[in-house]
């Protein structure tokens, strides 16, 4: 585009100067013929031949030939003065013209020059953004290349982790297994101990009983030993508590139920008595140490 309007400025501007040089050069040729042909006519009078006539008559021709022939000069230069007036006009016109071409061919020259300049400095801007479009086109296959290659580094990543997991899994799943296993082997072995030790504790409870029980018969004959019977407390029974030291020394004696004449005779009968059998195993005296005893009189 740039070359083709540089051309035609070109161009335009050669036809213009060209058709001015062709004008001036034809006036100029004009002027030349002009002058060419007044001179013919001026000197034209005097290669005309003269009549052969009387003298007389001839000095009257020559005479009025000789005016004639003034005056046709005096027009001739007349036209040729107008004629060279008209020239100079046309001439100063074709001169207005030329320098009137010459200023809008420097103009179209300016701006074919500033047109140049704007469409270079376009064109290293065009040429700039190529290299930018090409570098950002380089770098977005160097991207893709780049993120396809971590893609797959990814995806044989992702594989790993996930052969991984399924192995760590496996192995949570046997240790789990194992440790279900080992969990259902301390069960077990805790259940079998506490069955042991519920039946140790049982067997034991049923010793204490066994032993408080005992000793509850102890207290019991030793009180009714102490106790005086009479005929009214036939058929009748009273509950005392009864507080026990380590010794056996009663500490507190209180009615808590039954016939108000029996349980005034025991609690004479336990005060009588002072120390009752208390047991020496520690977890017995614990469980009979507090304990309410029934008194009832045997009449056998």
């Given at each position: ?26 006036a100029?040729v ?26 007389p ?14 005056q ?13 007036k ?33 469409s270079?400095?376009?064109l ?15 770098t ?49 072995i805790?259940d079998?101990l506490k069955?042991?030790?519920q ?12 032993e ?6 102890m ?15 036939r058929g ?13 020394f ?9 016939n ?19 047991s020496?195993?520690p977890?017995?005296?614990?469980n ?12 056998n």
């Amino acid at each position: 585009m740039k070359n083709n309007l540089t051309s035609y400025l070109g161009i335009s501007s050669g036809i213009h100067i060209a058709v001015l040089l062709v004008l001036l050069i034809i006036a100029t040729v004009q002027v030349a013929s002009d002058d060419e042909g007044s001179e013919q006519q001026l000197r034209a009078p005097e290669v005309v031949k003269q009549p052969q006539v009387p003298k007389p008559p001839l000095v009257q021709a020559v005479m009025i030939d000789q005016k004639q022939v003034m005056q046709h000069i005096a027009q001739i230069k007349q036209e040729r003065q107008q004629k060279a007036k008209n020239e100079q006009r046309r001439r100063s016109a074709l001169e207005q013209e030329l320098l009137r071409m010459k200023a809008k061919s420097e103009q179209e020259r300016k701006q074919l020059a500033q047109l140049k300049q704007r469409s270079s400095k376009r064109l290293n801007e065009l040429e700039l953004a190529e290299k930018k479009l090409q570098q950002v086109k380089q770098t977005e296959q160097t991207l893709k290349h780049q993120a396809e290659q971590d893609i797959q580094k990814q995806k044989r990543e992702l594989l790993r982790i996930k052969q991984e997991k399924a192995k760590l899994l496996e192995q949570q799943k046997q240790e789990q297994a194992a440790i279900a296993k080992q969990a259902a082997v301390e069960k077990n072995i805790q259940d079998a101990l506490k069955r042991e030790q519920q039946q140790a504790q049982k067997k034991k409870n049923q010793q204490t009983k066994d032993e408080i029980d005992r000793f509850k018969v102890m207290i019991q004959s030793k009180i009714e030993r102490n106790l005086t019977v009479q005929e009214d407390m036939r058929g009748k029974k009273c509950v005392i508590h009864l507080d026990l030291a380590e010794d056996g020394f009663v500490i507190n004696v209180k009615r808590v139920s039954g016939n108000m004449v029996l349980c005034r005779q025991a609690e004479a009968a336990v005060h009588k008595s002072k120390t009752l059998p208390v047991s020496s195993d520690p977890n017995v005296y614990q469980n009979m140490k507090s304990i309410n005893l029934i008194v009832q009189p045997n009449f056998n």
